[in-house]
């Protein structure tokens, strides 16, 4: 293999994450692994993580990762965010714990699979080569338990405004974080006031027209292209939108972010495909143990009555 040719422009970036991958398997992480009985799936996609910045929801992934096993992993792209990292080198240690979690599945045996973004583009020099068990490629073709072959990519090569006008990429990058660190304060405030999470970006992205008409229109196209590539279906990401449809024959999936839905895709052992809303899944687990604390809270006092 010839060498690599490293790009200048991302170069201290890739450096100072690629520097730290030492660590990464061996460091304790900050937030300890739950050793606990592990939904087993066989399959796993998530995508838009954007670590590296402060909208990246890593208290909740690190939860999904420890809840959660699979056969496979793949890494939809923008698991990184090269595009804030550059401006600002932010990682705080819960971003370094899901790095480290991932590293860890990797040595367990799980086959993980990451397929770079927009805004992780930088390691899209590395494609083909494997980084202590993760393989990294452009994109890749899964082949489902039931037989169904699916087109796994990130998607933003099918993004008329991340082709053509960078800039125009960037300024709406801006916006977006802005409303991010507006959903951040809105959740502290109802974390607050032990109300569930919940997404501003995304309440408002599915009220505004233009913003559902973009969405539709990047499922039917990814949809026409994986038609083209003879499969029976695409997995993206890129849009921040978990989403199944049936396009013109072929099943589009999308597995969303974990920035403003906190969503997975994942294939059970017989080919079925479910997607998973992480925040209700909390949600549901703090609702069952608030019920069974009040259940066990009535019968101490029924016991203390009949004593």
């Known amino acids: 293999m010839g060498a690599i040719t490293r790009l200048p422009f991302d170069a201290a970036i890739t450096d100072r994450l690629l520097g730290q991958g030492g660590d990464f398997g061996t460091l304790e992480p900050s937030v300890p692994e739950k050793i606990i009985e592990r939904r087993q799936y066989r399959t796993v996609w998530i995508s838009d993580v954007h670590l590296g910045t402060r909208g990246c929801n890593a208290?909740?992934?690190?939860?999904?990762?420890?809840?959660?096993?699979?056969?496979?992993?793949?890494?939809?792209?923008d698991i990184f965010d090269g595009w804030q990292l550059k401006?600002?080198?932010?990682?705080?240690?819960?971003?370094?714990?899901?790095?480290?979690?991932?590293?860890k599945r990797a040595k367990r045996g799980t086959k993980i699979v990451y397929i770079p973004g927009n805004h992780d583009e930088m390691f899209r020099q590395f494609t083909g080569l494997d980084f202590g068990g993760v393989k990294i490629?452009?994109?890749?073709?899964?082949?489902?338990?039931?037989?169904?072959?699916?087109l796994v990519l990130h998607g933003d090569e099918f993004d008329a405004i991340t082709l053509s006008h960078r800039?125009?990429?960037?300024?709406?990058?801006?916006?977006?974080?802005?409303?991010?660190?507006?959903?951040?304060?809105?959740?502290?405030?109802?974390?607050?006031?032990?109300?569930?999470?919940?997404?501003?970006?995304?309440?408002?992205?599915?009220?505004?027209?233009?913003?559902?008409?973009?969405?539709?229109?990047?499922?039917?196209?990814?949809?026409?292209e994986a038609k083209t590539r003879d499969v029976d279906g695409v997995i993206a990401g890129h849009i921040h939108t978990a989403d199944?449809?049936?396009?013109?024959?072929?099943?589009?999936?999308?597995?969303?972010?974990?920035?403003?839905?906190?969503?997975?895709?994942?294939?059970?052992?017989?080919?079925?495909?479910?997607?998973?809303?992480?925040?209700?899944?909390?949600?549901?687990?703090?609702?069952?143990?608030?019920?069974?604390?009040?259940?066990?809270e009535v019968r101490?006092?029924?016991?203390?009555?009949?004593?």
């Open 59 to 77: 208290e909740m992934l690190i939860d999904f990762l420890d809840h959660v096993d699979s056969d496979t992993m793949y890494l939809v792209g």
């Open 137 to 150: 490629k452009r994109q890749a073709i899964h082949t489902t338990a039931d037989g169904r072959r699916l």
């Open 167 to 224: 800039w125009l990429a960037h300024a709406g990058d801006f916006a977006y974080h802005m409303m991010m660190t507006l959903n951040r304060w809105v959740n502290l405030y109802r974390r607050a006031l032990k109300l569930p999470y919940w997404s501003l970006s995304k309440y408002a992205k599915h009220k505004v027209k233009n913003a559902v008409e973009f969405i539709s229109n990047f499922e039917e196209i990814v949809a026409h």
């Open 300 to 307: 101490v006092t029924e016991a203390r009555v009949a004593a």
């Open 87 to 103: 401006k600002k080198f932010y990682w705080p240690a819960t971003h370094n714990d899901i790095v480290w979690r991932i590293m």
């Open 244 to 296: 199944y449809r049936h396009i013109d024959g072929i099943d589009y999936y999308n597995d969303g972010d974990w920035v403003e839905g906190c969503t997975a895709l994942v294939e059970h052992e017989d080919g079925r495909m479910e997607i998973l809303h992480w925040a209700d899944e909390i949600a549901a687990r703090e609702r069952d143990a608030a019920a069974a604390t009040t259940d066990a």
